[in-house]
């Protein structure tokens, strides 16, 4: 019996690089760099480092929430242009694998590559050498047909990071207060399926407080710097594309409208901000 698999019931991830053949061309012929950011990216998103901070420091996101392990059973693997991710049935464990997946979307999304992915949930044996169990299954088998943000009815395979409804359903009715509102913040649900959405964090936010100086100049100019930024996002994201694929394209669409929107909040706060630098103007008094 010495040999008998593990298995736990966990939270699971499997998230895919989209493109990754057209970059591997695009490398061979004329040494283009994207490429090797990108491994650099999925292979510092699957270092053993991240179970480790856990380990020594525990949880940094949501660290008063519910845990099982210090580590949240955290285990994180990459296989090519792929990852997958894997924590305890918890709300720091939970939070911390949809953080993970975040942040390496979002990394991806500034070299304008685009990734798909399914977050769910079952059991999983997930150790060094050993990666196995029907949540994985799940997980891999569903990324394919992810259909959040779709804009036909039949459309399929959208290039978002799908969360299975098991698991919304977990974030709505465990009431821990900070897993739900850092969740509010990285997801985005599009009237019936909920996937992971850093397009919303690529906004320029301000105060105006009657205890601090307001430099309006200064808000423009962070203003116009991430309006710089979500400009050239979109111009990788384009110069990327195979234009000859038109499954490819459509999906490019999706990061496209996606980055418009943030311009088009770029130029609202221009409104505001230029509204707030004009003089007032008093009407004479009859």
Same mark, same amino acid.
Request: contains cysteine; neutral net charge; aromatic residues 8%.
């Given at each position: 019996?010495?040999?008998?698999?593990?298995?736990?019931?966990?939270?699971?991830?499997?998230?895919?690089?989209?493109?990754?053949?057209?970059?591997?061309?695009?490398?061979?012929?004329?040494?283009?760099?994207?490429?090797?950011?990108?491994?650099?990216?999925?292979?510092?998103?699957?270092?053993?480092?991240?179970?480790?901070?856990?380990?020594?420091?525990?949880?940094?996101?949501?660290?008063?929430?519910?845990?099982?392990?210090?580590?949240?059973?955290?285990?994180?693997?990459?296989?090519?242009?792929?990852?997958?991710?894997?924590?305890?049935?918890?709300?720091?464990?939970?939070?911390?694998?949809?953080?993970?997946?975040?942040?390496?979307?979002?990394?991806?999304?500034?070299?304008?590559?685009?990734?798909?992915?399914?977050?769910?949930?079952?059991?999983?044996?997930?150790?060094?050498?050993?990666?196995?169990?029907?949540?994985?299954?799940?997980?891999?088998?569903?990324?394919?047909?992810?259909?959040?943000?779709?804009?036909?009815?039949?459309?399929?395979?959208?290039?978002?990071?799908?969360?299975?409804?098991?698991?919304?359903?977990?974030?709505?009715?465990?009431?821990?207060?900070?897993?739900?509102?850092?969740?509010?913040?990285?997801?985005?649900?599009?009237?019936?399926?909920? #996937?992971?959405?850093?397009?919303?964090?690529?906004?320029?936010?301000?105060?105006?407080?009657?205890? #601090?100086?307001?430099?309006?100049?200064?808000?423009?100019?962070?203003?116009?710097?991430?309006?710089?930024?979500?400009?050239?996002?979109?111009?990788?994201?384009?110069?990327?594309?195979?234009?000859?694929?038109?499954?490819?394209?459509?999906?490019?669409?999706?990061?496209?409208?996606?980055?418009?929107?943030?311009?088009?909040?770029?130029?609202?706060?221009?409104?505001?901000?230029?509204?707030?630098?004009?003089?007032?103007?008093?009407?004479?008094?009859?």
């Amino acid at each position: 019996m010495g040999n008998a698999v593990q298995f736990q019931d966990k939270f699971v991830a499997f998230v895919d690089v989209l493109g990754f053949k057209q970059l591997v061309v695009k490398a061979e012929n004329n040494g283009d760099t994207t490429l090797g950011q990108v491994l650099a990216i999925l292979e510092e998103s699957g270092e053993r480092k991240h179970r480790e901070r856990l380990e020594k420091s525990g949880a940094r996101i949501c660290p008063e929430s519910h845990h099982v392990s210090r580590d949240l059973s955290f285990r994180v693997t990459q296989i090519s242009d792929s990852l997958i991710v894997s924590c305890e049935v918890s709300p720091a464990g939970l939070i911390q694998l949809i953080n993970h997946c975040w942040v390496l979307v979002m990394q991806l999304m500034r070299l304008g590559v685009m990734c798909r992915g399914y977050v769910t949930r079952g059991p999983i044996c997930h150790e060094d050498n050993r990666l196995v169990g029907t949540g994985y299954h799940r997980a891999y088998e569903n990324e394919a047909g992810v259909s959040a943000f779709k804009r036909t009815a039949e459309e399929r395979g959208t290039p978002f990071v799908e969360i299975d409804r098991n698991v919304t359903k977990y974030v709505a009715i465990h009431g821990d207060w900070c897993l739900g509102e850092m969740f509010k913040r990285m997801t985005k649900n599009d009237g019936e399926l909920t #996937a992971l959405f850093p397009f919303q964090a690529l906004s320029h936010s301000f105060t105006i407080s009657a205890f #601090a100086k307001f430099d309006a100049a200064q808000e423009q100019k962070s203003n116009n710097n991430v309006r710089k930024w979500l400009t050239d996002m979109k111009t990788s994201v384009e110069s990327l594309v195979d234009r000859s694929n038109p499954s490819a394209l459509q999906k490019a669409e999706h990061y496209l409208a996606a980055l418009d929107a943030q311009l088009l909040i770029c130029d609202k706060t221009d409104v505001f901000l230029n509204n707030l630098g004009r003089p007032l103007s008093f009407g004479k008094s009859s």
